[in-house]
């Protein structure tokens, strides 16, 4: 393509679609990379006993004062 031509508007909307279809992916796989990572990470501090899911300094809805 010589640098005189321009490329058609349909070309530049299929280019964008590409560009935000691949964006998106991209994010879609991180995150559910990052839970799977999350979710064994999880499970390991679970089975050693190391649970610090419960840890918190929020108030208990447990019922109890």
């Known amino acids: 393509m010589a ?6 508007p349909r070309r530049l909307g299929t ?13 879609i796989v991180i995150f559910v990379a990052r839970n799977v990572w999350h ?4 499970e390991q ?6 649970n610090v899911a419960t840890e918190h300094t929020g108030p208990s809805y447990s019922g109890r004062p």
Do not use: H, Y
């Open 3 to 8: 640098s005189d031509e321009k490329p058609s």
């Open 15 to 27: 280019a964008a679609a590409l560009i935000c279809g691949i964006v998106l992916a991209l994010f």
């Open 39 to 42: 979710g064994e990470e999880l």
């Open 45 to 50: 501090d679970q089975a050693t006993g190391n």
